[in-house]
């Protein structure tokens, strides 16, 4: 991001859509399943990379990543423009209070909630 901003782009996005890791403490695999055979395949390295949800530094380094970047993205926003943020209890709470600081609570509009078919 700080590359788009060197390039000229700040203030110039009018919409901004993220859906960053959750902080579920969880390294994913993929599973597939081909006909009654289930196969599992530990992640590459760019899937690792792509997909690793633990935090060896625990919620503030979690914090700490969604600031830098949320920080980036308000210079890249303009002025008119959206952001959306696509996370889920673990922590929408605090990255909410933390976009509040860096773009301003009144300028906060909704939230946007997903409905689930099956329970948990």
């Known amino acids: 991001m700080s590359s788009l901003i060197?390039?000229?782009w700040a203030g110039k996005i009018n919409l901004i859509y993220i859906d960053p890791p959750f902080f579920t403490g969880s390294d994913f695999t993929i599973r597939t399943k081909i006909g009654d055979?289930?196969?599992?395949k530990e992640p590459s390295i760019i899937?690792?990379?792509?997909y690793k949800d633990t935090w060896s530094g625990g919620i503030a380094s979690y914090l700490k990543y969604?600031?830098?970047r949320l920080v980036l993205m308000r210079?890249?926003?303009?002025?008119?423009?959206?952001?959306?943020?696509h996370l889920d209890w673990h922590?929408?709470?605090y990255v909410k209070v933390m976009m509040d600081e860096i773009f301003g609570?009144?300028?906060f509009q909704s939230e946007i909630y997903w409905k689930?078919?099956?329970a948990r």
């Open 105 to 107: 609570e009144n300028n």
């Open 116 to 118: 689930r078919t099956t």
């Open 47 to 50: 899937e690792e990379r792509a």
């Open 66 to 68: 969604m600031y830098e």
């Open 75 to 85: 210079e890249l926003l303009a002025e008119n423009g959206s952001i959306y943020v």
């Open 6 to 8: 060197k390039q000229g």
């Open 37 to 40: 055979e289930r196969i599992e």
């Open 91 to 93: 922590v929408g709470h």
